[in-house]
């Protein structure tokens, strides 16, 4: 079992990788067809490098795939858990492309070819359309099924966020709602919900104006937003009780139960989760695909609109937020909200879950780690105790996107890598543009050690200091040192593999 887990992050989607004993068996019983050596060896913690085997497998047949929209969307799972470990039927949309990005590991979609007439676009869209429709019925379950017009909310909605930027907005501590026993007990079952037709077109077309905000980046584009709505909802699954209702699954009734015993309110609250998922989808929408340094460099109007803060992610927030708040989704935002408090509630979870991917601001670094100690520390303050949880909720939910948003680094080595490609290819590309000063490639091999050293490792800890993440903390944190100690090996040679890929892209581009 330890060979095993230690092997995990060397595997290949979609291929089981044998070790020796276990291919010495598989001969012994007369099946050595079945098996072929692994051209590399690979480095195993504790054992050195190792000679393994990959079990030869056969491409589903595709005779059986269906090419309608209700056929896409039972294909696509609703709860990632499920998916991690599992494939689907059959009649699934399998992927044979060497090329992976780890969305097809969750979501199950070949996302390099159009099916039944959906772009790869359309797939996504649809996909986070069932995701959201889900927290959706959760949300209107918790207030007893009512969804009433919110014309009388207009001035106020009209007045959200008017005369400050997005980061003034910001608040250290988001108060979340105060629930108590008989509340949850009196909830609806979810499942028994319908949030209507209009309000499920308007989702579908709120979502498609939002995924085309996202500029054709290489990394920063709709494909990412949705990777880390994936992220999150695995996180999110991993707090509640999975598969007792958490607005995650649809397939079953709602009993909002913490999973790790509390999670300072975030678990009874579907309107949080639905806030968090959100900030997930738009949290890139209309990424320049350069920092914001580089913004700032510039002199932008959006740098200097934003006061030269956060520029990127006040601008997604902006213009997602202007959408949302057109006429044409008043019935969509009636299923997100009924008062006043709700629908200031949720516009605070989104600015702070947004504004929780800027990692490089320094004040705002200085202030998580202030929030942080004063959190977890030990220390005991005199304050009231719903002014803790929210402080402990509000850090969660931050370190929840902040993991997400760089999920790629703490998952298989093949999604680590290929999301390490993308990136690379869009900061590569900004520097042969003129758009940054220094060639990246000069320093990407040892600045991937740095970032899983000074972030991501020390983030995946945190997700455990946190106590509300079962073993989704220990998972992350496996798979980040061991693609930290894969990097080590093998980074030099990728980089390389990685300029010449670029210049030879540019070459059949001129052609």
């Known amino acids: 079992m330890n060979t095993a887990a230690r092997m995990e992050h060397t595997g290949e989607r979609n291929r089981i990788q044998l070790t020796q004993t276990t291919a010495d068996l598989v001969k012994e019983a007369g099946y050595g067809r079945w098996i072929v050596p692994r051209s590399n060896t690979i480095f195993v913690k504790g054992k050195g490098n190792m000679q393994t085997y990959w079990m030869k497998t056969t491409k589903p047949s595709t005779s059986k795939r269906k090419s309608t929209l209700s056929s896409i969307r039972s294909d696509i799972p609703l709860t990632i858990d499920e998916t991690a470990e599992t494939e689907l039927s059959s009649d699934t949309q399998s992927v044979q492309s060497e090329d992976t990005n780890g969305l097809d590991d969750e979501f199950n979609l070949n996302l390099d070819t159009d099916v039944g007439g959906m772009t790869k676009t359309d797939r996504l869209v649809e996909w986070n359309v069932e995701t959201m429709s889900s927290l959706l019925q959760h949300i209107i379950a918790s207030r007893g099924g009512a969804v009433q017009p919110i014309d009388s909310l207009r001035d106020i909605e009209a007045a959200v966020g008017r005369g400050r930027t997005v980061l003034e907005e910001f608040e250290p501590i988001v108060h979340l709602k105060q629930l108590d026993a008989k509340e949850l007990g009196e909830r609806l079952d979810p499942s028994t919900i319908d949030i209507g037709e209009a309000a499920r077109s308007q989702l579908r077309k709120f979502l498609s104006m939002i995924a085309s905000l996202y500029q054709d980046n290489s990394f920063h584009n709709f494909e990412h937003a949705s990777h880390v709505t994936a992220s999150v909802k695995k996180l999110l699954s991993r707090i509640v009780k999975v598969g007792d209702g958490n607005g995650l699954d649809s397939q079953t009734s709602v009993e909002m139960v913490d999973h790790a015993g509390h999670s300072y309110g975030i678990s009874s609250d579907p309107l949080t989760q639905c806030a968090v998922v959100f900030s997930a989808i738009i949290h890139d929408a209309d990424h320049p695909g ?213 210049e030879g892209n540019n070459v059949k581009n001129e052609e």
């Open 290 to 502: 350069v920092p914001n340094a580089q913004l700032v460099k510039e002199n932008t109007e959006k740098a200097q609109a934003y006061k030269n803060k956060s520029v990127a992610e006040q601008n997604s927030v902006d213009l997602a937020w202007q959408i949302f708040m057109q006429d044409e989704y008043k019935d969509l935002r009636a299923c997100f909200y009924q008062t006043e408090e709700d629908l200031r509630r949720f516009r605070q979870l989104v600015v702070n879950t947004v504004m929780a991917t800027d990692i490089v601001d320094k004040e705002l670094q200085a202030l998580r780690k202030k929030r942080w100690d004063a959190a977890f520390s030990g220390v005991f303050m005199y304050e009231p105790e719903s002014v803790s949880l929210d402080r402990k909720a509000t850090i969660v939910i931050e370190h929840l996107i902040q993991a997400s948003d760089v999920s790629h680094t703490m998952q298989h080595w093949h999604i680590y890598k290929t999301w390490n490609e993308k990136f690379f290819m869009e900061c590569y590309g900004a520097f042969k543009a003129g758009r940054a000063d220094v060639d990246p490639s000069i320093n990407w091999y040892n600045g991937e050690i740095g970032f899983f050293d000074f972030y991501v490792i020390p983030l995946a800890k945190k997700l455990d200091d946190c106590g509300v993440f079962g073993v989704s903390s220990d998972e992350y944190l496996n798979y980040a040192k061991g693609n930290r100690e894969e990097w080590v090996r093998e980074g030099e040679n990728i980089v390389k593999e990685l300029l010449a890929k670029y």
